[in-house]
Nanobody, 121 residues
């Protein structure tokens, strides 16, 4: 079992930046691939970024080099640095964990409660 707690969401103007953090507990962090997903009102939850224990990453096309995912295995944390934010980035952002590499939403076993990101125009 893995427990995930996100923080760092908020309200920001278009063009601004936010840094989301996720703290993991309950199991050995290095066993897990960590991902960030988001869900906007009326839309399905979608993949944003993922990182494995060695630091290999994958990003959704819409990220366009604006976001960076990172992890600190010693602290059992994963972060998402978001720059050049757009109103379309407004969503609830979720941290998730899975044992084997995937970017498929339904493949992730453990989820945080989510943190709201709102980007004003």
């Amino acid at each position: 079992q893995v427990q995930l707690v996100e923080s760092g969401g908020g309200l920001v103007q278009a063009g601004g930046s936010l840094r989301l953090s996720c703290a993991a507990s309950g199991d050995i962090f290095i066993f897990y691939v960590m991902g960030w997903f988001r869900q906007a009102p009326g839309k399905e939850r979608e993949f944003v970024a993922a990182i494995n224990v060695r630091g290999s990453t994958n990003y959704a096309d819409f990220v366009e080099d604006r976001f960076t995912i990172s992890r600190d295995n010693a602290k059992s944390t994963v972060a998402l640095q978001m720059n050049s934010l757009k109103p379309d980035d407004t969503a609830v952002y979720y941290c998730a964990a899975v044992r084997s590499w995937t970017i498929i939403t339904t493949g992730y076993n453990y989820w945080g409660q989510g943190t709201q990101v709102t980007v004003s125009s």
